[in-house]
């Protein structure tokens, strides 16, 4: 029996569906069976992200209403041989899902039973469709930025899982600038840890590289020369259970880290 | 505080303001407390208090304080008025 994780976070726009990909990615990397289905009804980014919008015949609220067979609907990916996706639809809006909350769960419950992971991709919000994403979910992933807005949501976020009964909820800090940390004009790790009282999975570093894979429709979790790349494996392992050493200043590998290393080496 | 720590005291960190901040909605938010609540729970106590002591009504003050430790407390503060 696999397990239901939902990816979510109060405010939009802080890495959400780039989380659930790359997690998804990188935990097939390592040999996993995953399903990575998009709940963001109306909003489907999944499949663009993944570089597989042009195979996308069914969705899940085909699934849902009848129309199609699970596993027509589910897509596999293109690169990863033990990665699929179950695409979100975007005729449909958020409401559709919550109506239909009990037929959601039992198409949960079947994925289950044929993947090692199935990844949820929430909306934002923490209306309807955060609450049906998080309904059948085992575990969740909490995703923020450092930023004074999104902790907020975030803690609200949480105070929703814990009464859903959801308790193995594990936090991704995402778009975390070492430099800005560093100067002290942005929040640590440990004052995001601090304030929400909650495990962290792991730390994403800003890195442009993120918008080039996306354009490529490729998972930057692929890339070992990539710092937000070396991230996502790291995370995809602790999920798995191993321990992995959290490296500070990921980023530092900027101009004075090359020129800290040469004058090590000199 | 040494003498050089408070001639050399910066401003407070951009990043601490961000925290402290966060710190304060947050003790709200988790209550379901809005300031307008905790004037109400504010002028019961004071009156409660009241019937049974005198006090200095204007410098009473109820708050909610987080600390260190996860747990948040609500002091009452409450002046009483010198009797002789
Ligand atoms: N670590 C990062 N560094 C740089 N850009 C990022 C990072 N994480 C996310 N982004 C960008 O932020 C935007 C929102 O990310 P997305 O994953 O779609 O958020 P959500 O699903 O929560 O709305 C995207 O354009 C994405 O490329
Ligand atoms: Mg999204």
């Known amino acids: 029996m696999g397990k239901c994780i939902v990816v979510t976070s109060g405010k939009g726009g802080v890495g959400k569906t780039t989380t659930s990909a790359n997690l998804g990615g990188g935990l097939a990397s390592l040999g996993k069976s995953v ?6 009804i109306g909003l489907r980014n999944l499949d663009i992200i993944l570089g597989l919008e042009k195979r996308i015949v069914y969705d899940v609220m085909d699934v849902m209403e009848g129309r199609c067979k699970i596993q027509q609907a589910i897509v596999k990916d293109k690169r990863i041989s033990s990665l699929y ?14 109506e239909l909350i009990d037929r959601f769960g039992e198409i949960i419950k079947g994925l289950k039973n044929q993947f090692d992971y199935v990844i949820l991709d929430s909306p934002a919000g923490i209306e309807q469709g955060f ?3 998080s309904n059948f979910a085992d575990e969740a992933i909490v995703v923020t930025t450092p930023e004074v807005t ?6 609200r976020v949480i ?27 942005m929040l640590d790790v440990e004052d995001v840890l601090h304030i929400l009282g909650i495990q962290l999975l792991g730390i ?23 710092n937000a790349g070396k991230a996502f494996q790291r995370i995809s392992r602790r999920l798995m259970g191993e321990k992995v050493d959290f490296p500070s200043f990921e980023e530092e590998k900027g101009l004075l880290k090359k020129i800290k290393d040469f004058l090590r080496l000199g | ?13 951009n990043s601490t303001i961000a925290k402290e901040r966060l710190q304060f909605v947050l003790t709200f938010d988790r209550l379901s407390i809005n300031p307008a609540l905790q004037e109400k729970i504010r002028e019961e106590i004071i009156q409660v208090i009241g019937k049974y002591m005198e006090i200095d009504e204007e410098a ?7 600390t260190e430790s996860d747990l948040s407390h609500l002091i009452v503060n409450i002046p009483l008025k010198r009797k002789r």
């Open chain 1, 35 to 40: 399903l990575l289905a998009d709940v963001d």
């Open chain 1, 150 to 155: 999104a902790v907020r949501d975030a803690d």
């Open chain 1, 131 to 133: 609450m049906a994403a």
């Open chain 1, 204 to 226: 994403v570093p800003e890195d442009p590289e993120i918008i080039t894979f996306a354009n490529k429709g490729e998972l930057i979790v692929t890339s070992d020369i990539t």
């Open chain 2, 60 to 66: 009473a003050n109820v708050f909610v304080e987080s």
């Open chain 1, 159 to 185: 105070g929703l899982l814990e009464a859903k009964g959801i308790k193995d909820h594990y936090l991704v800090l995402n778009r975390y600038r070492y430099a800005m940390v560093k100067s002290g004009n």
């Open chain 2, 1 to 13: 505080m040494g003498i050089l720590d408070f001639l050399f005291k910066k401003e407070d960190k």
């Open chain 1, 85 to 98: 996706l179950l695409a979100a639809s975007q005729i449909h809006d958020k409401s559709d899902l919550a």
